[in-house]
């Protein structure tokens, strides 16, 4: 007898009837019939009565039926507890990081700590900069590739991309004729625009040097326009800067911004991360000397 057999002659005892059977396991009514009868044969027991619209198992039939089911059970019992044993020995490491942070090469360096460490699978999300601080303290994220990473938190943060930060404004505005801007004092009165609410934690902040934020919901494309249109004007890397200048708004380098504000990468994490997150760690910010 073979497992095929085994699962006909159970699914035949569930459903007590030939057609019903045959239906489920997907064969022919006269193959499931020959089926069984080649297992009674093998036996040398009679498992079923045939009667009009159905079986029913005769006392060795029955008998058989008990020791089937124990059989199925057990190894199904296997199966889960050689499935819980794979999970309990891969350690899953949650990374949340929004698009902008995360470069190519990011990418290719996480997956080989992957390599480096099979135990070890790597999930990246992307849920929002402000989430991200929140799920590191709940525990359901390990590290976040973020910007402005907040201090009162008490999280962990390394600072793994260098980039300048440039203004993007409208040709026509005065401060397009300058060579620079300091975020101090020439954007007084200003607006920011961003497409992440990254700076909601240091909107004070932005306040007491007399700039405006506006939170604008969409793509690249309605920034740009409103960059054309003279509504605002976007504070980002120049890696970045691509991704929204166009036609008629000018870049310019920026000085002199507070550090909490710095809009380059950092990597944040409990302090009290385990072994493989802290070397996780390690393996992105060593590979921040090789970046271009």
Avoid at 20 to 39: D, E, F, H, N
Avoid at 153 to 168: A, G, M, N
């Amino acid at each position: 007898m073979d497992e095929k057999q085994l699962e006909y002659f159970s699914v035949l005892c569930e459903t007590k009837n030939m057609t019903k059977a045959a239906g489920r396991l997907y064969i022919s009514r006269t193959g499931l019939s020959l089926s069984m009868k080649k297992l009674e044969k093998e036996l040398g027991v009679p498992l079923f009565l045939r009667k009009n619209g159905g079986v029913e198992l005769t006392e060795y039939g029955a008998v058989f039926y008990q020791a089937v089911s124990a059989q199925r059970q057990i190894m199904s019992d296997c199966q889960k507890k050689l499935t819980d044993m794979k999970t309990a020995a891969t350690e899953v490491i949650r990374i949340g990081a929004l698009a902008n942070t995360l470069v190519p090469e990011y990418i290719r360096h996480i997956f080989l700590f992957e390599q480096i460490c099979p135990s070890v699978t790597v999930e990246i999300v992307d849920n929002g900069t402000l989430s991200y601080f929140d799920a590191l303290k709940k525990g359901s994220l390990d590290i976040a590739f973020a910007v402005c990473p907040p201090q009162n938190l008490r999280l962990c943060s390394t600072r793994i991309l260098d980039c300048e930060q440039v203004l993007l404004i409208n040709k026509e505005h005065p401060l397009a004729a300058r060579d620079s801007v300091d975020f101090t004092c020439d954007l007084h009165g200003e607006t920011l625009l961003e497409a992440e609410s990254r700076m909601d934690t240091h909107l004070e902040l932005l306040l007491s040097f007399g700039i405006r934020r506006k939170h604008v919901a969409g793509d690249c494309r309605i920034l740009q326009e409103m960059l054309r249109q003279g509504k605002g004007c976007i504070v980002t890397l120049s890696s970045l800067a691509p991704l929204y200048a166009s036609e008629g708004v000018a870049v310019l380098p920026v000085k002199n911004i507070p550090d909490s504000l710095d809009l380059n990468a950092y990597l944040v994490y409990r302090p009290d991360s385990g072994r493989n997150i802290l070397r996780l760690v390690e393996h992105i910010s060593g590979f921040r000397a090789s970046l271009p």
